[in-house]
C-alpha cells in the first residue's frame, strides 16, 4: 500500500500545508430540512451474523443486493435518507444554532514511485467546524474534491490515464466521545455515502461473492486498507474483510473520482465540546483508494483540545 503524509510547499518532505481559503457567505442561511444524524455507537453495530462497526446510510446501487445495476439511487426527504441532510451548501451549519468556528481548505498532493517521485495536486479537502456554545457540540465538516488538472493521472509508469479513486475519508481524534454522523449531497454527480464505520479500517468492496457490505468486527484487522490487492477479481478471504472497532476514529465509504465524480459529499461528525479552542493535528484526516493499488493520503484537520490520532484505540 502507497502511503503518504501531508505535503508542504516549504519544505521537501511529504507534507501538507495548510491553506485556508473558504468564504463564509451565506453561514447564517436556514441550513437543513431533515436531522439525518444518526448515532455510532462505539459498541458496534449487531448483526446476525455477528458485530460489525460498520453501519449503512445508503444501500443502493452496489450496496443493494437486489439490484442488477451499480447506479446509487439520491438521498431525498423520502427515500434512501438514512444519515441525510438536505442543506443549500456546505458552507451553511448543517443544524441550526451552530456557527463556523473554523475553516481550511487543504491541498493533495501525491509524491512516490507512481509519480516519477515528483509532486501531483490531486485533491483538494474542505474542513470545516461549527459550534453550538450553548449546546456544548460541535461539528466537524469533511468534503473532498479531486482536480481536473495535468497532474490528476498520477502514474507516470503507466500507459493511459490512472484518476485516484477515493473509496472512503476517514477522521480521526473521537476517542471517548459519542458522535453522531450525517452527509449532505451538494453536487449532481456525488455519490452519497454507503456506509459509516467507528473504526481506522477501510475495507474494501465489490458487488462479488465474499464482499460485506458491513464487515464484521473478527478477525480485527486494524491496519488502513483490508482488501485483495489485484486489478482482477479475486475472491476476499474472511479476514480480508474484517474492521476492528476504533473509537477515535471515523470512516465514511462513498466514491470521490475523475472524470464522472469528482466531489464527494459534505460528511459530518457531530460531538460534545467545550469551550476551549480546537485545534489541529497533522494527518487527521486520511483519504483512501481501496482499488488496487491501495493508497493513502493523508492531510492535516481539526480536532477537539486534547485529541491523538491512536490507530489501537478500543471502546
Known sequence: ???????????????????????????????????????????????????????????????????????PSKPTPDSHNTCALFTANGIVAPLPSFTLVRHASRQVVMNHALTGNTDKKVASVTDLVWR??????????????????????????TPGKQFLRVTDIARG?????????????????????????????????YKRSGYQRQPLIESAFTGAINGVETAKSALPAAAQQSAALNDNWVDFTTLVGLPK???????????????????????????????????????????????????????
Open 1 to 71: 500500500m502507497l502511503k503518504l503524509a501531508a505535503f508542504s510547499t516549504s519544505a521537501p518532505s511529504i507534507r501538507h500545508k495548510l491553506r485556508a481559503g473558504l468564504g463564509i457567505v451565506g453561514m447564517c442561511a436556514l441550513a437543513a430540512h431533515a436531522a439525518g444524524f444518526e448515532p455510532l455507537p462505539a459498541s458496534g453495530v449487531k448483526l446476525e451474523n455477528g458485530d460489525s462497526a460498520y453501519m449503512l446510510c445508503n444501500a443502493s446501487g452496489k450496496f443493494d443486493p437486489a439490484s442488477r445495476y451499480g447506479i
Open 132 to 157: 453550538n456554545a450553548e449546546a456544548g457540540e460541535c461539528i466537524f465538516g469533511t468534503q473532498v474534491l479531486t482536480l481536473s488538472s495535468a497532474d490528476a493521472d498520477y502514474n507516470t509508469q
Open 173 to 205: 481524534g473521537f476517542a471517548g466521545q459519542d458522535i453522531a454522523v450525517a452527509y449532505a449531497v451538494h453536487a449532481s454527480k456525488a455519490d452519497p455515502i454507503y456506509r459509516v464505520g467507528r473504526s481506522f479500517t477501510s475495507v474494501q468492496y
Open 261 to 315: 465524480r469528482p466531489a464527494s459529499p459534505m460528511t459530518y461528525i457531530k460531538t460534545r465540546c467545550e469551550q476551549d479552542a480546537i485545534v489541529e493535528l497533522d494527518d487527521a484526516i486520511r483519504l483512501r483508494q481501496t482499488a488496487a493499488p491501495f493508497i493513502e493520503l493523508s492531510v492535516p484537520g481539526f480536532a477537539l483540545p486534547g485529541a491523538t490520532l491512536d490507530v489501537t484505540s478500543q471502546p
